[in-house]
């Protein structure tokens, strides 16, 4: 089946604000045979704590796939996103969520695992799709045909509806690693970088849900090691003499 020129491309930046944009690729490629088309996007990659998250999903063609608010995730407010989130889990013909951890991404690095993480969302969705749009660069090994859409969250309603479910689930992790290191304030800056993070990171050192591959992290765990050597150094060289009671001193 031949695909037309403009999806061939391994990569496509395509820039339209008129409101009906959003499901504009999806209906050219349904007019060409494919029925079932996934989006896949991700949650996470640039914060320097806590899970990176991928999602999948494939939404119904005709007007049940006109996801009331859906829009790139980045752009919706928290309550837009749950609202939107709620919609797209009823109504799409498949979705799939996959939570990496800090583990795999400081152990394989950050791309190796955000491509293993879309492709596995891709991979969960039953049924499968027949064709695959990915936000910003390509996933391979999905043995089915794909492009790589430069900003898809904005520009393909199946990657916007990925973004949110994606979005929403880190969120809500963020806010359950708030409960149990509050110090950081998860539940604001949901483990991106800030001056609240920074300064939270600065006095307290990494938590086990930061991620050692970020140089401010790995600064701030040595800046917080060092620190406390000099604590523990500085006790250790007491001296005992001066600890001593003085002679007739009955304290």
């Known amino acids: 089946m031949a695909v037309p020129t403009a999806l061939r491309t391994r990569r496509t930046i395509v820039d339209d604000d008129r409101p009906d944009a959003l499901w504009h690729m999806e209906r050219s490629l349904r007019r060409r045979g494919f029925s079932a088309i996934a989006g896949a996007d991700e949650a996470g990659r640039g914060a320097c704590a806590g899970p990176l998250v991928a999602a999948a999903c494939v939404l119904p063609s005709g007007r049940r796939g006109r ?21 797209v889990v009823d109504r799409a013909v498949a979705w799939s969520v996959v939570v990496m951890p800090v583990a795999d991404l400081d152990a394989r690095g950050m791309h190796v695992t955000n491509i293993e993480a879309l492709r596995r969302a891709v991979w969960n969705l039953d049924p499968g799709p027949d064709y695959v749009l990915t936000d910003g660069f390509p996933v ?12 898809g969250d904005r520009v393909a309603a199946c990657v916007a509806a990925a973004s949110v479910l994606a979005k929403v689930t880190r969120d809500r992790m ?20 800030t001056d ?43 001296d005992d003499d001066l600890m001593s009671p003085v002679p007739g001193d009955v304290r």
């Open 140 to 151: 391979p090994g999905l043995a089915r045909p794909g492009l790589a859409v430069w900003k």
């Open 67 to 87: 996801v009331p608010g859906l829009a790139d995730s980045k752009l919706l407010t928290a309550a837009a996103r749950e609202r939107v989130y709620a919609e």
């Open 196 to 238: 609240v993070h920074s300064a939270a990171l600065e006095r307290h050192g990494p938590c086990p849900e930061h991620r050692m591959r970020f140089v401010n992290v790995r600064s701030a765990r040595d800046a917080h090691a060092a620190r406390s050597l000099q604590v523990t150094t500085g006790v250790d060289m007491v």
């Open 174 to 193: 963020m806010l359950e690693l708030h409960e149990r290191f509050p110090e950081y304030d998860f539940a604001g800056h949901k483990g991106y970088i």
